[in-house]
């Protein structure tokens, strides 16, 4: 009987060759953070750069995770690999559960083209926008050309990281007025395309004038990318060609104007900034506890000591 | 003409013998956060711990100033020196501004006995909760025996500020129940005091009852502090004295039973844990910006490191 590698090095082969179960513990093993995440992260990067990322997100009941499935179908059609990351608590692809690894979308779980993972979006202590960017990376380096990241528009930072996508699908339905009212802005800001899903409803043409009346405020440069507003019934599949179309648009204008590798310059810098400072809250963490910390507390508490002193002794080494 | 003192260590002196503008230029130092504010931070400890401090909250509108006021009218009757630090947009001692030094309570302007500050709830790159405790550190060591703290109790910070005192005055109004509903659990908690202040108002008694219950439902010790609930008219003084008098007596339970020493030793602890975190946060800020940084993201952008690589290259010195 094999025991259960958990070495990053040897999972990482294992995954490179095709193996899910290595992926999946990967991904855990980022999702846990601290150094194993980093040697995956060192991996990772240098065998990066090839998959193209979608957000797709959203109020709640949206029908974001429908839509993620119908795109999945339609990938599958054409034989392209896909992997999602789901990070939603409410989408059946997490089960509304918390943690691990769930392929629950009946129609694609046993199809070894199709890798689904749910993130969860609390208790990351390197921070959820870290994991996720950290998961994407591997997802591309074991080669997943197309990867899809579902995520609720509720929370800024939610909307941050489907903003982080190289294209971002902003997901309304007609009459979406008041519900995504606190995140309107937020999801104008990140979205390239709109789409009016659950199209079929009542109130779809008001959605689509009331977008683009938006759009028309937002003053878009001349040669800036207008983002689309499709409709989609996903349960359906309507619309959904036309939408991976645009997808393909947006793209291929992403890299001719170099929007691309503007975008992904900037994520890349955020992501060191990140980096630096989650280690330092962690180097915080570690500093207020254990017994150095207790022994110079009880300096300070006897007046043998004042703070700041007590605060450089502990310090010592950090110019800060 | 002498010229602008700005040293810390020769301000302090000055400060500790009554000079009010050096006293001022010391708190806006504190402010001001830095080297600077460690200094007087080291110059401050040693010669405190001889001030009592009361915490004034409460929703806005309550008539926290007013109160702090009438208590200062009464603190001064008996010729007691005190100090009042507002941490307040919205009192009438800042003016409703934001930063300085201000003096506008008419009745104690021109009063050498009453040290009124106002400190500026945004813009403390040290953290609000430090500065205030600094800066209560600093009015103790110049000699004040007597320090109110006034904050408006809305907001996780402003109120965890107020419970910091030795003893903590919640202020509320008949009919209170709606305008603090979503902070009367954080104002229950840090209550040494009930104030039901315009007490001459319909649903005093109604507001009694309302806070007796809950006190009832507190699940207090059997030797423990039950706050006591006193009405006032601050306007008219009514109260006052027998507010103070509770305070004396909240005074004398803290230092006999031992409740003093132990609130004192946690805040001097959560100090610490503060400054160790301020700092860290300071580096995290030196870190991500000048040219090494923009050396190291540069290689990062053109493939030539990886990003976790780049960090640890960023935080060479420091374990973390």
Redesign the interface.
């Given at each position: 009987m094999a025991s259960r590698v958990t070495d990053p090095t040897a999972l990482f082969a294992s995954a490179v060759n095709g193996d899910r179960g290595s992926l999946a513990r990967l991904l855990s093993l980022i999702e846990r953070g601290g150094d194993d995440a980093?040697t995956i992260?060192?991996l990772t990067?240098?065998k990066s750069g090839n998959a193209y990322t979608v957000g797709i997100t959203g109020a709640p009941g949206a029908g974001k995770s429908t839509l993620t499935s119908a795109v999945i179908g339609h990938l599958r059609a054409q034989d392209l690999n896909v992997a999602v990351l789901a990070i939603d608590p409410s989408s059946p692809f997490t089960g509304g559960a918390i943690l691990g690894d769930r392929v629950r979308m009946q129609d694609h779980a046993t199809d070894t083209g199709v890798f689904i993972r749910s993130m969860a979006t609390r208790g990351h202590l390197g921070g959820l926008s870290l994991a996720t960017t950290e998961a994407i990376r591997l997802l591309d380096a074991v080669g997943c050309p197309w990867i899809l990241v579902e995520t609720v528009g509720v929370g800024q930072v939610e909307v941050e990281i489907a903003g982080k996508a190289d294209t971002t699908i902003v997901v309304v339905n007609p009459g979406w007025g008041d519900a995504v009212q606190a995140n309107k802005a937020g999801l104008m800001e990140i979205a390239d395309i709109f789409v009016i899903n659950k199209a079929d409803r009542k109130g779809a043409d008001e959605t689509r004038r009331d977008l683009e009346q938006m759009l028309d405020l937002s003053d878009l440069a001349h040669d800036a990318w207008r983002p689309p507003i499709l409709q989609t019934t996903a349960t359906s599949g309507e619309g959904v060609e036309e939408l991976w179309n645009t997808v393909a648009q947006h793209r291929e204008h992403s890299t001719t104007t170099g929007l691309l590798q503007r975008r992904r310059?900037f994520r890349?810098?955020e992501?060191?900034?990140e980096?630096?400072?989650r280690?330092?809250?962690?180097?915080?963490r570690e500093?207020?506890s254990g017994s150095e910390w207790d022994a110079?507390?009880n300096k300070?508490?006897e007046?043998q000591l004042?703070?700041?002193?007590?605060?450089d002794d502990?310090?010592k080494?950090?110019?800060?």
């Open positions: 980093r992260g060192r990067y240098p310059s890349l810098r992501e060191l900034r980096i630096v400072e280690r330092l809250e962690h180097r915080a500093i207020c110079l507390q300070v508490l007046n004042d703070p700041w002193t007590a605060a502990m310090l080494g950090i110019k800060a």
